[in-house]
């Protein structure tokens, strides 16, 4: 059975960081690009960040370049995305995806 389970979130200040994890279980999570997406409230869950199966290639949307870097660790069947700069418009439910399958999402909220 397909899981992948975000963690990480949490209430942040402005200019800080944090770094998201995923775990991901069920399937060979080696074999997948793997995607970052979030919701803010009151709008469409959008598009973040994508890596490749290797973890060589990444691309983040250009609301995000420069601050949001996504890694992965195939041994440990783990997706990341280290957050830097946040700024209150990063507020939002984070989710990873792979392959369709979506987590259940852990909220991030960038406030003083």
């Known amino acids: 059975q397909v899981r992948l389970v975000e963690s990480g979130g949490g209430l942040v200040q402005p200019g800080g960081s944090l770094r998201l994890s995923c775990a991901a279980s069920?399937?060979?999570?080696?074999?997948?690009?793997a995607n970052w997406y979030r919701q803010a409230p009151g709008k469409e869950r959008e598009f973040v960040a994508q890596?490749?199966?290797?973890?060589?290639?990444?691309y983040v949307v250009d609301s995000v370049k420069g601050r949001f870097t996504a890694s992965r660790d195939n041994a440990k069947n783990l997706l990341y995305l280290q957050m830097n700069s946040l700024i209150p418009e990063d507020t939002a439910v984070y989710y990873c995806?792979?392959?369709?399958?979506w987590g259940q999402g852990t909220q991030v909220t960038v406030s003083s």
């Open positions: 890596i490749d199966i290797f973890g060589r290639s990444t």
């Open positions: 995806m792979v392959d369709g399958s």
């Open positions: 069920g399937f060979t999570f080696s074999r997948y690009l």
